[in-house]
T-cell receptor
Framework: NAGVMQNPRHLVRRRGQEARLRCSPM?????VYWYRQLPEEGLKFMVY????????ESGMPKERFSAEFPKEGPSILRIQQVVRGDSAAYFC??????????????FGEGSRLTVL | GDSVTQMEGPVTLSEEAFLTINCTYT??????LFWYVQYPGEGLQLLLK?????DKGSNKGFEATYRKETTSFHLEKGSVQVSDSAVYFC???????????FGRGTSLIVHP
């Protein structure tokens, strides 16, 4: 049973370009979470999605960032007009239901974005 | 809001030493508590969990006890190995929302 698949693993962009990060959750999982990891800052929640719906995007910057989880295909985190401060590791996690009390999330290996 | 506070790292130990990584939390209600581990270049994976007060989670020689009175969930291991070198994250879910909240992570370095 394949785990959470993220691609690309590494992405280099110049300032002003767009970055698209993809996440395929584990089979049977319909809940996806995106987190950003910055050095010395730990994991910061960005957005929580179910199929075709954004449930909570309170951790995502209002500008330049967007996320989707279509009925078919992977979840995508999109960053427009990237800046150096966007350089980070972006992790996707999935769960079969909402995290709730069971709480366990299954993480991908992350996408490491470097903005030059 | 919910929060998780972990001791700052790095924690540097010799092989076979005793490990404690402190974790305290603030949350609405009675969350479940988790420890995740992240090996270099990888994503996080669940290490252990506890769902109610006084529960002890354990896995691979690691243990943590859910202490409601002190709002703590400290991670311990009696004898660490070089292969335990990783970053350890304490987390809670759910608290006031259904979004799992993570601490900043504590880096553990074990020397032979």
């Amino acid at each position: 049973n394949a785990g959470v698949m993220q691609n690309p693993r590494h992405l280099v962009r110049r300032r002003g370009q767009e970055a698209r990060l993809r996440c395929s959750p584990m089979k049977g999982h319909s809940h996806v979470y995106w987190y950003r990891q910055l050095p010395e800052e730990g994991l910061k929640f960005m957005v929580y999605l179910q199929k075709e719906n954004i449930i909570d995007e309170s951790g995502m910057p209002k500008e330049r960032f967007s996320a989707e989880f279509p009925k078919e295909g992977p979840s995508i985190l999109r960053i427009q007009q990237v800046v150096r401060g966007d350089s980070a590791a972006y992790f996707c996690a999935s769960s079969p239901q909402g995290a709730g009390r069971n709480g366990e999330l299954f993480f991908g290996e992350g996408s490491r974005l470097t903005v030059l | 809001g919910d929060s998780v506070t972990q001791m700052e790292g790095p924690v540097t130990l010799s092989e076979e030493a005793f490990l404690t990584i402190n974790c305290t939390y603030t949350a609405t209600g009675y969350p479940s508590l988790f420890w995740y581990v992240q090996y270099p270049g990888e994503g996080l994976q669940l290490l252990l969990k506890a769902t109610k007060a006084d529960d002890k989670g354990s896995n691979k020689g690691f243990e943590a006890t859910y202490r409601k009175e002190t709002t703590s969930f400290h991670l311990e291991k009696g004898s660490v190995q070089v292969s335990d070198s990783a970053v350890y994250f304490c987390a809670l879910s759910p608290g006031g929302s259904y979004i799992p909240t993570f601490g900043r992570g504590t880096s553990l370095i074990v020397h032979p």
